[in-house]
């Protein structure tokens, strides 16, 4: 018996009997010559360029699904990438150090017993560390140089990334500053305002001047609060807090206490040749 031809059913990949359809009608409202005309109509449906239409349908249906199902796959790809990258975080235990100053670097989100690169901006060395069963790591480095005796604050930027996995990478800022004063200008009258800068103090806490000469306080001045995570502070004053000072070499004592205590730290010591003379 020859196979009973079959057609597709819309896009679908389902196929019918081409001979079935319609046929609830036949011995009904269809006498036999009529259904011998609808049978032989639909077998002549069957011919060789109507299947080869029907299978030109339904390849363009499977490729329409295939390339649905590949466009999902890649977005899934794609946004599971960045969630993988954005896994590893670094961060340093402050927002600036005075050079030379120990720096703890914690990490987290990288691969357990992979090394991790540390590499800081403006640096051409490098550091690494070895990261726990847990996937953290805990290191400590030293804060750059800024190579300069003057109040001066920069910032940097420290990265850490993946050996194993390049993608783990992750970035923390931090800023490192002199603890340091400058009088501008140095040499001046003692009545004449000149500038103040200060750099490396503590945050938030006022900035005194004690000035000594032959080991007694002759004079106290507040130059303002430092700011900053850095601790800077410019201030304007008289090279001399007073009037009539004692001509001599006067030591100066910068901290942040209201009362001048040689054990004050932290505090930064200098010294000044003070003569009424530069007035006349």
């Known amino acids: 018996m020859a196979e009973l031809p079959t057609r597709s059913f819309g896009d679908s990949e389902l196929d019918v009997s081409v001979v079935g359809l319609g046929c609830n009608n036949f011995g009904r409202r269809v006498d036999l010559d009529g259904t011998r005309a609808a049978v032989e109509a639909a077998l002549a449906e069957d011919r060789p360029e109507l299947r080869a239409r029907r299978a030109e349908r339904r390849m363009k249906a499977s490729r329409r699904r295939a390339g649905l199902w590949l466009a999902l796959v890649a977005s899934a790809v794609a946004g599971a990438w960045p969630a993988v990258a ?3 975080t670094i961060a340093l235990d402050r927002a600036c150090y005075d050079e030379g100053a120990p720096m703890t670097l914690i990490g987290t989100g990288f691969t357990p017993g992979s090394t991790v690169s540390l590499k800081r ?16 790591f805990a290191t400590e480095l030293t804060a750059p140089s800024l190579g ?16 194993l996995d390049p993608r783990l990478t992750a970035t923390a800022a931090f800023q490192a500053a002199t603890f340091a004063v400058s009088i501008t200008p140095s040499q001046a009258p003692p009545s004449k305002v000149v500038r103040f800068s200060f750099s490396g103090f503590t ?10 000469l032959q080991g007694k306080v002759r004079a106290t001045i507040r130059y303002g609060v430092a700011a900053g995570p850095c601790g800077v502070l410019k ?6 807090p007073g009037v009539h000072p004692a001509d001599g070499l006067y030591r100066l004592q910068f901290d942040s206490s209201r009362r001048y205590y040689a054990g004050t730290t932290p505090k930064l010591r200098t010294t000044l040749d003070i003569s009424r003379k530069a007035e006349l």
Do not use: K
């Open 148 to 163: 300069t005796a003057y109040p001066a604050h920069r910032s940097f930027t420290m990265s850490a990334t993946d050996d």
């Open 121 to 136: 901006s403006g640096s051409s060395t490098s550091a690494s560390a070895t990261v726990d069963p847990s996937g953290g």
């Open 86 to 88: 954005s896994a590893a």
């Open 203 to 212: 945050s938030g806490a006022p900035i005194y001047g004690h000035f000594l």
């Open 235 to 240: 201030a304007l004053a008289s090279l001399y």
